[in-house]
């Protein structure tokens, strides 16, 4: 899953600790989620996406097989 936290950043002018402090998780952890390292749970993804005024979709971009959502077949 790709995201697109250092440019949502750069736009408010905040460092990845000022990112960290304002959703109460380490600078690593904002590391690792912006490099790609780990995917946040849904929690913290709504925590980051409110942070910047966004909805989880415009934070962070799924990478399944066609682009689109995961398929829920059964």
């Known amino acids: 899953m790709k995201n697109r ?3 949502l950043r750069a736009e ?3 460092t990845q600790a000022q990112l960290a402090s304002h959703i109460g998780v380490s600078r690593q952890a ?3 989620v912006e490099n790609g390292k780990y995917d946040p749970a849904l929690p913290l993804a709504f925590k980051i996406a409110r942070a910047f005024g966004k909805n989880v979709e415009e934070v962070f971009l799924w990478e399944g097989g066609d682009g689109g959502p995961p398929s829920w077949s059964s």
């Open 30 to 32: 904002v590391i690792a």
């Open 12 to 14: 408010k002018d905040w």
């Open 5 to 7: 936290i250092r440019v």
